[in-house]
Structure formats: structure tokens, C-alpha cells
């Protein structure tokens, strides 16, 4: 009976030790998995391993997309429509369609306001969520010149933010032209930034990363440019519409990288 007892408790003993070692294999393999599907974005070739890692927040995109078809010119009729109603636009080519876009902010319910007025028009329009992810930079010390690559990035981002408030605010009157300059202003020097640090790329480890933020420097700097004739002429309008464009160039901008 004794006997019988002491392998009962052997038993349950080895029970005990075992499972929660397990789980605990089960847990950290898991775990593993989690952290390894993390996006990393090796912005250059990493030689040692002294790497630096940065993150660049992602955000949500909300627009109302009052249309998809197959070829530009169909797009471009709509458009046509929106500019005669002085409604923002803009077209995103996405795969074989053409995806037409108005009003756009960083917040949803600043742009549900307007989606019933446009479906009296476009009966089937409806609000687009785009996301922005977030991504890590990892590079090395050799490339610290990085570091304000990062934060002139997020600075980015922070004014983005602020230009999507403006838009929302000024509509109600509680910001003016004053608020826009200075906000423009603030967008035009994080980018002269970004490519004067482009600019600091060596070597074929980052020539894909410089390419890909020299062409995206390039595409804001016209934008900037745009914007500055538009508050000559006092066209807030206009400048709204580049706004849009400039949100969607960010995203690709961002999806491009992260397929380096």
C-alpha cells in the first residue's frame, strides 16, 4: 500500500515539474514568433554589432473615396466634377484601378461630416482607412548620420498632425492664413534637412534607402513649391488638395521602404 502511494506521488511530482516547463517552451517559442514577424527596416547593410535601432510611428489615414474605375479618363471626369464644386481630390493608382479621394484628415470624425453631402452625389462613396505603419530603422554607428534621419522623420509626422488639425480648425474659423505659413514654413525645413542627411549616404549599403528618401525630398520639395504660388494667388483651396496628395506620398514613400 506504501509502495502503492510513493509512485502515486512520484508520479504526480513529475507531473508538476514537467508541464509548466512546457508551457513555458510553448510561451517562449510563441513569443519568438510574435517578435519575429516585426517589421525591421535595415536602412543599411549591418557590419557589426553596435546597431542602432529607431522607430517611426505609423498613423491612420481617413478619406472618402467617392470612386474606383478602370481607366484615368473615367477618374479624371470625376475629378472634374469635385474641382467644379471646389471639393479636394486626389487619385491613387492602386494595382489596375484608378481610386478617387476627397477630403482627407489624421482624424475620422473630421471627415464623416462631410460624407453625406458627397453621397448625394456618389451614392456609393464611403470612408477609407489607411494605414500607416510604423517601421524600425536599424542601422550601425558608421551611419549615425541616421539619428536625424529619424527625427527629422517623426518631425515629419508631428507636422502632418498639425496640418490635418489646421484644416479641420480653419474650417470652423478657429485657425487663419498666419497659422498655415508657419505650419508650411516648419515643413519646408524638415525637408530641406531631409536632404541635405540624404545627401551623407556612401556606398552601395544605403544607396536603395537614399534613393527612395531623395525622390520622396524631391516630391515634397514641388509640393512645397505649389503651395507657396497657391498663397500668392490666396488659393487655400488648392493647397487643401495638395495636403491630400501629400499624405498618400507618405504612405508610399513608407510601403517602399519597407520592400528594401
Not at 8 to 23: D, E, G
Not at 136 to 152: A, F, G, R, S
Not at 177 to 201: A, G, Q, R
Amino acid at each position: 500500500m506504501n509502495k502503492r502511494y510513493k509512485k502515486q506521488k512520484q508520479s504526480l511530482l513529475i507531473f508538476f515539474l514537467i508541464i509548466p516547463l512546457i508551457a513555458s517552451w510553448a510561451t517562449s517559442k510563441y513569443m519568438f514568433n510574435k517578435i519575429s514577424n516585426k517589421k525591421t527596416i535595415k536602412a543599411v547593410k549591418i557590419e557589426e554589432r553596435d546597431e542602432i535601432k529607431k522607430q517611426i510611428d505609423g498613423f491612420d489615414i481617413y478619406s472618402i473615396q467617392v470612386g474606383s474605375v478602370k481607366n484615368y479618363k473615367e477618374a479624371q471626369n470625376i475629378v472634374n466634377n469635385l474641382e467644379n464644386a471646389s471639393i479636394p481630390n486626389y487619385v491613387h493608382k492602386k494595382e489596375s484601378a484608378y481610386k478617387v479621394y476627397t477630403y482627407v484628415s489624421l482624424e475620422e470624425s473630421n471627415v464623416r461630416k462631410y460624407l453625406e453631402n458627397i453621397r448625394a452625389s456618389y451614392s456609393d462613396a464611403f470612408i477609407s482607412k489607411i494605414e500607416v505603419g510604423s517601421i524600425d530603422l536599424e542601422y550601425t554607428k558608421k551611419y549615425e548620420y541616421m539619428n536625424e534621419v529619424c527625427k527629422d522623420l517623426s518631425s515629419m509626422i508631428e507636422n502632418m498632425k498639425q496640418e490635418s488639425q489646421f484644416w479641420n480648425e480653419y474650417k470652423m474659423g478657429k485657425s487663419n492664413y498666419d497659422d498655415y505659413i508657419k505650419i508650411m514654413n516648419n515643413k519646408s525645413k524638415i525637408v530641406d534637412s531631409l536632404t541635405k542627411n540624404s545627401k551623407k549616404f556612401k556606398g552601395k549599403d544605403a544607396e536603395n534607402f537614399e534613393k527612395e528618401l531623395s525622390e520622396f525630398c524631391g516630391l515634397d520639395k514641388k509640393n512645397i513649391e505649389s503651395v507657396n504660388k497657391n498663397l500668392g494667388k490666396n488659393d487655400l483651396k488648392s493647397c487643401e488638395k495638395l495636403f491630400l496628395s501629400s499624405l498618400f506620398k507618405y504612405n508610399e514613400f513608407i510601403n517602399n521602404i519597407k520592400n528594401i
